[in-house]
């Protein structure tokens, strides 16, 4: 079967760093996206690794180990307006998306 | 240039009804994929169309059925409502590359409560 592994909740404190880790087992493997989705909101694209090592945009980097079947999105200094859900998503021949991280911020 | 149009935006219906939501992509994109969302369950693929066919299916029951249009326009079809289908459905369009960065982009979906 497909899945993808993510915490279902983190907490953190504005201004801080925080790193959303994403496991995954699928049958197909081209690359690991991650989305955003306010509350209310349709989900928008934040990164995309095709290949090992660390992509960078801005206060979000995000991460890929294409032999460990795992990555990770790490968010810095976090804003209040960062309290969202975070999706990673594995590209197939299809997009498979995880259950999401609800990430709270604490002033 | 516009975004990714779903239409309606809620939608109440009664169990054993049945229902048809639309979505328009992005001008150009030719890849229209659907997902259910529920609390807790994240967002559940239910079918890709490109090019008017079907090139993708999860695994949802035959009562949840799609189309898609020669102007990429797409139309899902649940028969049968159920309670538990009760959810945010989302459509997302791409230019399908897949092989590299195929970014999605999404609607603001339907929400169906079945009642």
């Known amino acids: 079967g497909q899945s993808l592994e993510q915490p279902s909740e983190v907490t953190a404190v504005e201004g801080a760093i925080v790193q959303i880790n994403c496991t995954y087992q699928t049958s197909g493997f081209y690359g690991l996206s991650w989305y955003q989705q306010h509350d209310g909101g349709a989900p928008t694209f934040l990164s995309y690794n095709g290949l090992d090592g660390l992509e960078e945009t801005g206060r979000f980097s995000s991460f890929l180990s294409r032999s460990d079947s795992y990555g990770y999105l790490l968010l810095q200094e976090l804003q209040m307006k960062d309290s969202a859900s975070y999706f990673c998503?594995?590209?197939?021949?299809?997009?498979?998306f995880g259950k999401g991280t609800r990430l709270h911020i604490l002033p | 240039k516009a975004g990714v149009t779903q239409t309606p935006r809620y939608l109440i219906k009664t169990r054993g009804q049945q229902v048809t939501l639309s979505c328009s992509p992005i001008s150009g994109h030719r890849s229209v994929s659907w997902y259910q969302q529920t609390p807790g369950q994240g967002l559940q693929f239910l079918f890709e169309y490109f090019s008017e066919t079907q090139r993708n299916k999860g695994n949802f029951p035959g009562r949840f059925s799609g189309r898609q249009f020669s102007n990429s326009r797409s139309e899902m079809n649940v028969s049968t409502l159920e309670l538990g289908d009760s959810a945010l459905y989302l459509c997302?369009?791409?230019?399908?590359?897949?092989?590299?960065?195929?970014?999605?982009?999404f609607g603001q979906g339907t929400r169906l409560t079945v009642v």
């Open positions: 998503a594995v590209l197939d021949d299809k997009i498979i």
């Open positions: 997302a369009s791409s230019l399908a590359t897949f092989g590299g960065n195929t970014e999605a982009f």
